[in-house]
């Protein structure tokens, strides 16, 4: 359930991830061999803890683009995005919070720009 709130929550309001084709470039864990793109999402789970009906998990989304100043832009609307937020997803309470922003050096063999977007994301069972 984490994963989709984070792909469509991303894909419907973070413009410059669509490619040519009609998808996404918002991947789990790493960015497929192959894909080529200017700019592209990408998320780890880090940790999670179960407590009674809540679960809360560490997500690092990294942003990686070809330019600096796409790169933060994406990793800026990030962090708006998910600071503070409730959702309701599938019948289930999803609150976030923004934990950390790490901007890290560019890639000198890519010349691929990185930022590091921790956020924290918090869910409940309605009902339970």
């Known amino acids: 359930m984490i994963s989709e709130h984070i792909f ?3 894909k419907n309001n973070i413009v410059g ?3 040519a084709s009609g998808s996404f470039n918002i991947y789990p864990l790493r960015v497929p061999d192959g894909i080529s793109f200017d700019l592209a999402v990408v998320y780890n789970k880090l940790s999670g803890t179960p407590v009674y009906h809540q679960t809360g998990t560490d997500v690092q989304l990294t942003v990686i ?3 600096y100043s796409e790169t933060e832009r994406v990793a800026r609307e990030l ?3 998910f ?6 997803v599938q019948g289930d309470v999803v609150a976030t919070t923004v934990r950390s ?3 890290l050096p ?3 063999e890519t010349k691929l720009y990185l930022s590091a977007v921790t956020i924290y994301i918090k869910t409940a069972k309605i009902g339970a």
């Not at 600071?83 to 309701?88: A, C, E, M």
């Open 79 to 81: 962090v708006e995005l």
């Open 8 to 10: 469509s929550t991303i």
């Open 83 to 88: 600071r503070n937020k409730q959702y309701s």
């Open 101 to 103: 922003i790490t901007d």
């Open 65 to 67: 683009g070809k330019t």
């Open 17 to 19: 991830l669509e490619t």
């Open 106 to 108: 560019q890639d000198i």
